[in-house]
């Protein structure tokens, strides 16, 4: 495995990538996405473990999306039964570390979210448990602001030792450890690009929200119509964003024509 250094404006083409990789399997990639959202919604239902059940799924099914991504970029046809690829890969031995790598990630949420906590009595810990009550007041004031600020300082770091940990546990063999190391130094050594990448996508972000008070104004009065102008646009930039990871990886870790077959996983 070998990481290379990229340019900062390779962060704007992982976006638009994104797009492209949508475009040539539109339909397989949707469905894809639209699976994913379904078993992390059901997953989150679960009597006591439901709210960190999706946190602990999520690298698992990452490798699916993955896989499904990959078989995209080569011409190929992805199939929804890709997405528990991560359960087979490396002859079945890699879904337990990728599950300790879930409970991880969801254990460092949790820390990110009591420290947050502190600065605003709990509010953002009570929003990320679930949906609010539909008579309570919706939560404003600067703690909350804080809070998420707090949040955002203490899970960054968390988020880049993720962002590659659960490829490199599944497909290069790599120990839970030193996969959470690696990829913390790939994401360094592109910080730049991804600097770029993530604002992007924050300035897509932010147009799209535009875009949807813009119909919520005109289509006033049709819950219907509007639900279904926000829903598909929201699958499609969902899914468009899912795409966008593959590039990250392919770019920074692969080499050029390197065949990106899952390596024997460490016993």
Not at 102 to 123: E, F, I, R
Not at 158 to 166: L, N
């Amino acid at each position: 495995m070998q990481i290379h250094t990229l340019p900062a404006m390779t962060g704007w083409r992982w976006v638009t990538g994104g797009f492209r990789l949508l475009r040539r399997q539109p339909v397989a990639l949707l469905a894809l996405t639209f699976l994913n959202l379904v078993l992390l919604s059901v997953s989150s239902v679960v009597p006591l473990i439901g709210p960190m059940l999706p946190m602990v799924l999520s690298p698992v099914l990452a490798v699916g999306l993955m896989h499904g991504m990959r078989c995209a970029d080569g011409g190929g046809m992805p199939t929804p039964w890709m997405l528990f690829e991560g359960f087979r890969v490396a002859g079945g031995r890699a879904w337990k570390p990728l599950l300790l790598l879930g409970v991880l990630n969801a254990a460092a949420t949790l820390g990110a979210l009591a420290l947050a906590a502190l600065a605003d009595g709990g509010t953002l810990l009570e929003l990320a448990a679930g949906p609010a009550p539909p008579d309570a007041a919706p939560p404003v004031g600067d703690s909350l602001v804080m809070a998420v600020l707090v949040f955002l300082l203490a899970y960054t770091p968390v988020q880049i030792a993720f962002w590659y940990a659960p490829l490199f546990v599944a497909w290069h063999g790599i120990g839970v450890g030193k996969a959470l190391f690696f990829s913390y130094i790939a994401v360094l050594r592109n910080l730049r690009a991804f600097v770029v990448y993530s604002a992007g996508w924050f300035a897509l972000a932010l147009i799209v929200s535009l875009a949807i008070q813009a119909l919520v104004v005109a289509l006033q009065g049709s819950a219907l119509l509007l639900s279904w102008v926000i829903s598909p646009l929201s699958l499609i930039a969902l899914a468009a964003l899912y795409c966008s990871f593959w590039p990250t990886y392919r770019d920074a870790v692969a080499a050029p024509g390197q065949e990106l077959e899952p390596e024997p996983l460490e016993p």
